[in-house]
């Protein structure tokens, strides 16, 4: 028997905050009407945030990934990348992913682990036209397809994300998990008038990427979609597109690794989430509000190799976004 949901629905996406995408999301997880819903409002003109223990999130138990392994997927051929692009993408990516002071604000949610790790596999271009459009279903069915041709042999899936990079100007969208509908459901206020249920949000609208798990074998894996952020498509934060793919992929990972299970929706699978259903990377983001600089920044390595563009993520140990610091916090 199935044991139902009693924990908060976990989000599983980034966002832009006020954004379509971000009441679209928020919608579906809670089950109501679409429509505007509350949202912590977003600091004022302050740099920093006053601590908000209200936000600050719980373990429910469910899988969390110590030592992660990962790797890039470039969609669309070599055509549709530039080389630098990926080069930047997969060389930041992997140091932020590692630095230690990032991690040292991590450590708090690993259950007294005496530390973390994550290592880069390296990247892979999968051939093919780019798409125009991605879908959660898409995305589902080519980490399948990956699969079925062994292209994920002599990988740990059970602690593997597999990220997929879609290229300039593709767009992704993302369903509310749910079978189509064109007729009004529960989730419509009682007196509402019959209409046809917008169903799906894209990057067009504010979603950056999202993460979630298929059942392969015996076996659940892990995956990470986002776009190539600029113009209208995805989540602009910094000065260049690749920066602002390293920052969702940042977030998606680090959220991935604290509530993998995101996708089965029992309270024993789910892991590190508010009462707001809002993962790691969630809270920063729509506290930030519009000024995502507070949040979306270029922070430096531990090895004085450079900075790094990130997105800081929640900390209970502050109630608030952190990062990075010198030593994880005590009585983690």
Same mark, same amino acid.
């Given at each position: ?258 509530? @993998? *299970? ?9 892991? !590190?989430? &508010? #009462?707001?259903?809002?993962?790691? %990377?969630? $809270? ?17 390595? @531990? *090895? ?9 993520? !929640?900390? &209970? #140990?502050?109630?608030?976004?952190? %990062?990075? $610091? ?7």
């Amino acid at each position: 028997m199935t044991t139902q949901l009693y924990a908060p629905r976990p989000m599983r996406v980034v966002v832009a905050p006020g954004s379509k995408a971000e009441a679209f999301c928020r919608n579906y997880r809670t089950g109501v009407h679409p429509g505007p819903v509350p949202v912590p409002h977003s600091e004022a003109i302050a740099p920093g945030f006053r601590p908000r223990p209200g936000l600050d999130m719980s373990d429910f138990g469910g899988k969390i990934i110590r030592d992660l392994v990962y790797t890039n997927f470039f969609v669309g051929g070599a055509g549709a990348w530039a080389a630098s692009d990926m080069q930047n993408i997969d060389s930041h990516l992997s140091k932020a992913m590692s630095d230690v002071r990032l991690n040292n604000v991590l450590v708090q949610y690993y259950r007294r682990a005496p530390g973390i790790s994550t290592t880069f596999r390296p990247s892979s271009v999968l051939p093919g036209a780019p798409p125009a459009e991605v879908s959660q279903t898409d995305v589902e069915h080519l980490l399948a397809g990956l699969q079925a041709q062994g292209k994920l042999n002599g990988f740990d899936v059970a602690s593997t994300v597999f990220n997929f990079m879609l290229p300039r100007g593709v767009v992704l969208t993302i369903d509310d998990g749910q079978p189509a509908r064109t007729t009004p459901t529960a989730r419509h206020r009682p007196h509402d008038p019959p209409h046809e249920v917008d169903e799906k949000s894209s990057s067009l609208e504010g979603l950056g990427g999202f993460h979630g798990s298929i059942q392969v074998g015996a076996q659940r894996a892990y995956y990470a979609v986002g776009v190539f952020s600029e113009g209208n498509n995805g989540i602009v934060a910094f000065d260049q597109p690749w920066k602002n793919v390293v920052a969702t992929f940042y977030h998606e990972l680090v959220e991935a690794r604290t509530d @993998a *299970d995101v996708e089965e929706q029992t309270r024993d699978k789910i892991g !590190w989430v &508010n #009462a707001r259903g809002e993962e790691i %990377g969630d $809270i920063p983001l729509s506290l930030a509000g519009a000024n995502l600089s507070k949040v979306m920044k270029e922070v430096p390595l @531990a *090895d004085g190799s450079g900075t790094v563009p990130i997105q800081l993520m !929640w900390s &209970n #140990a502050v109630h608030g976004p952190e %990062g990075p $610091i010198a030593v994880p916090h005590p009585g983690h």
